[in-house]
């Protein structure tokens, strides 16, 4: 077991790193109270098998059938829902440039 100062951890990180994964156990401290223990992250057990629920989960026939008192809710009693208004002819969208140009502004008279 190793311990090291924060200022040394920081001077050798990469010689620390390669003791953990070595199998040697690394502690950083401040003012000499231990704070971190530096260990080598889980390797995982590889890609998870596909189908581990297959035959276990069981959809109906009419999962995905409309549920009309749901739709009644979100519409206000409504099955469908109304129609989208059209926008009127020959109006310009929101992030149209305007359609006046700005006044330039007055020139200052400046003394040389």
Same mark, same amino acid.
């Given at each position: ?24 156990? /690394? ?30 989960? /069981? ?11 749901? !739709? ?16 009127? !002819? ?23």
């Amino acid at each position: 077991m190793k311990h090291v100062n924060i200022h040394a951890a920081k001077t050798h990180l990469s010689r620390l790193i390669a003791d953990v994964l070595a199998g040697e156990e /690394v502690i950083i401290a401040k003012a000499g109270t231990p704070l971190v223990r530096l260990v080598p992250v889980a390797q995982g057990e590889g890609p998870r098998p596909l189908g581990v629920l297959r035959g276990a989960v /069981v959809e109906r026939d009419d999962c995905w059938a409309p549920d009309h008192d749901t !739709e009644a809710l979100f519409y206000g009693g409504e099955v469908e829902p109304p129609p989208a208004k059209r926008v009127a !002819e020959g109006t310009r969208a929101w992030y149209a440039k305007p359609t006046t140009k700005a006044k330039p502004k007055p020139k200052r008279n400046r003394k040389p």
